[in-house]
T-cell receptor, first 115, second 113 residues
């Protein structure tokens, strides 16, 4: 069955370190998204991609970067981790087709703690 | 920019009672609207989706939502709550292209026995 996976599921790091969170989907979806979830804020969009070599900034992109070298993967990098980036991170994907437009499929999440 | 407001960060109902979770959106163009559910320590799952085909949308697990353009609302209901419905529920609206989503802050539903 097609799925979307994230790794690691839990990560503890120190302030200033570079961290990369992996996202891999086997749906063959063109669209991929990264969100962070914080209490009282719901999910906020960090970066998104509509295809290979395409990346775009979302609502809360400062301090984060992504790259899209193939359809399946969209890794999220925290260039220099800060305590404010302690959060739960979700990756999602969706297809472009008219019938399923907007329906995003979510990974299980990565809980990141920055000390 | 589009936004979504969910009234009530926490809702508590008794098992068997009506569930009503409120969502209002702000948009000049009727968008796609969604309700997602998140069970503890899991990702989000799609409950239902409005695409302008019908104003009353039925989803999984007995949930439904009604789109009311005049009230810019998309409230989620279920006639009889079950213990397994305890979760966090998110309302979301798409951008005009239908690809990006803007989420509300979420409503945690508690079901009392």
């Amino acid at each position: 069955d097609a799925e979307i996976t994230q790794s690691p599921r839990h990560k503890i790091t120190e302030t200033g370190r570079q961290v990369t969170l992996a996202c891999h989907q086997t749906w063959n979806h063109n669209n991929m998204f990264w969100y962070r979830q914080d209490l009282g804020h719901g999910l906020r969009l960090i970066h998104y991609s509509y295809g290979v070599q395409d990346t775009n900034k979302g609502e809360v992109s400062d301090g984060y970067s992504v790259s899209r070298s193939n359809t399946e993967d969209l890794p999220l990098t925290l260039e220099s981790a800060a305590s404010s980036q302690t959060s739960v991170y979700f990756c999602a994907s969706s297809e472009l087709g008219e019938g399923r437009r907007g329906e995003q499929f979510f990974g299980p999440g990565t809980r990141l703690t920055v000390l | 920019a589009q936004s979504v407001t969910q009234l009530g960060s926490h809702v508590s109902v008794s098992e068997g009672a009506l569930v009503l979770l409120r969502c209002n959106y702000s948009s000049s163009v009727p968008p796609y609207l969604f309700w997602y559910v998140q069970y503890p320590n899991q990702g989000l799952q799609l409950l239902l989706k409005y695409t302008s085909a019908a104003t009353l949308v039925k989803g999984i697990n007995g949930f439904e939502a009604e789109f009311k353009k005049s009230e810019t609302s998309f409230h989620l209901t279920k006639p009889s709550a079950h213990m397994s419905d305890a979760a966090e529920y998110f309302c979301a609206v798409s951008d005009r292209g239908g690809n990006k989503l803007v989420f509300g802050a979420g409503t945690i539903l508690r079901v009392k026995s």
